[in-house]
């Protein structure tokens, strides 16, 4: 899933400075999950907003809420296009590609950001979430005992470990595990050990151009027609 964290209620009061109509447009899947942009958050940043406008200022503005499935679709952002016409600005509280995507779609109307989009990662329980995966399009999870080099070493060492190793922390945060000891003793219990001493050539950074296009194979097929 994507994590993403609420900004502060100040920075978002200083984007949408001096407007009186404005909408909060939430995302109901990844940013729901991680308590940052889903129906509740939406609430909560829009009762603070009015509150902190009439505080500041004594007016009164109008924040409107609502929240789709997924901000990053067309199919989902249509249905609530009439509900978002006609405010000065929209606070979305996706990640950043559903800001993007609702900032294209919108055209005239500014969107801005309600959360930090963080990383791809996983939900460990009890409020805490873990990167995972760097999107680099070429996975050697199957290699490296579903561990992966990429995102938890600190050097991304494809080949790894480093010299500076030491007792299975990582030289360059030592409350951090290295990623190559993980790796190692997964591949060991899974009797894999040979997989070690493979050497990874280095990535093809071409592939990694951004941004990136990926047209389904299917579609591909449909195009040639
Ligand atoms: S190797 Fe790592 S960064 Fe690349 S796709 Fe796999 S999990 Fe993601
Ligand atoms: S100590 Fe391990 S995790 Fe840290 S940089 Fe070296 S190989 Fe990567």
Redesign the pocket.
Known sequence: MIVAQRKGIEEVKKMVEGKSRILIAGCGTCVAVCMAGGEREVSILASMLRIAVKLDSGRDIEVAEITMERQCDREFIEPFDKQMRGYEVVISTACGIGIQFLAEYLGDIPVVPGVNTKFLGSNEGGGTWFERCRACGECVLGETGGIC?IT??????LN???????KG?????KD???????IYRRLEKLGALDNIRKIFPPQNYHAQTHPSRMIHEAYQKEEKK
């Open positions: 080099p938890i070493c600190a050097k991304n060492l790894g470990p480093c010299g500076g190793t030491n922390k990582c030289e360059v945060d951090k595990d290295c990623a190559w000891t993980l």
